[in-house]
């Protein structure tokens, strides 16, 4: 088993052990054979991260209704936003059609001023997850390891934060688990569908301990 799947197995128990009765709200893994089919149109190729990681899940499920289970959307810990909430995984078939759409966005702002002659949306970039129009974490094509950036919506250009691989960024949030840097809270806010979502905080006082133990994977 690599690095990176053992982190990701250790990240499930540590929320199974944290949250008791967590229902798995992730898509069943594709085989390399189905991702090879999906990725065959793009103008790059994915590095084997990002192939080991579809094939662990395919993203998120959408549910649809809600059935009782206690959910908690955590894979991808965004900090940089205002609720310490979590970056959605997509579905590789979700991540390429949002790939095109970034892109076809970029061709036809780029023609009307003030953008011309601008650059906002870099070709090689491939987007696997997004929290609504704040953040997305995205990977570079035609890299064998390739980074993830977490970029903003409006400033492609200057990354939120930079992980030197996906086994690296895995690795930086299996040991804020495991150093109990996170929270899962219960959402109380009344509205009876929500009662057994959970969602991330990580208080101020572990803000530090994170960025060390961030600096650990990707110095």
């Known amino acids: 088993m690599s690095k990176l799947l053992e982190e990701l197995a250790y990240i499930f128990e540590w929320l199974e052990y944290t949250v008791p009765g967590l229902a798995d709200r992730y898509n069943p893994g594709l085989t390399r ?27 998120e499920a959408d549910f649809g209704y809600y059935n009782g289970e206690r959910i ?14 979590s970056i959605p995984f ?13 892109w076809q966005m970029e061709e036809s702002i780029l023609k009307n001023p003030p953008y011309e002659g601008a650059h906002l949306w870099d070709r090689q ?13 995205i990977v570079i094509g035609d890299l064998d390891l390739s ?32 150093s109990d840097l996170y929270k899962l809270i219960r959402d109380d806010d009344g509205n009876e569908k929500e009662e057994m979502f959970f969602y991330i905080k990580l208080d101020e006082e572990n803000q530090e301990a994170e960025k060390d133990i961030y600096k650990k994977y990707n110095a």
């Open 33 to 59: 054979q189905q991702i090879d089919n999906l990725v065959k149109d793009l103008p790059f190729k994915l590095s084997k991260e990002v192939y080991e990681l579809y094939q662990w899940r395919n993203g």
């Open 72 to 85: 908690v959307d955590f894979l991808f810990p965004d900090h940089h936003i205002p609720g310490n909430l």
């Open 90 to 102: 997509w579905p590789l078939q979700d991540a390429i059609k949002n790939y095109y759409n970034f």
């Open 125 to 137: 970039w491939f987007p696997i997850a997004s929290m609504e129009n704040k953040s997305m974490l």
């Open 147 to 178: 980074p993830i950036y977490q970029i903003e919506y409006i400033f492609f250009d200057r990354p939120l934060r930079t992980y030197k691989s996906l086994t690296s960024m895995i690795s930086t949030i299996a040991e804020c688990c495991e």
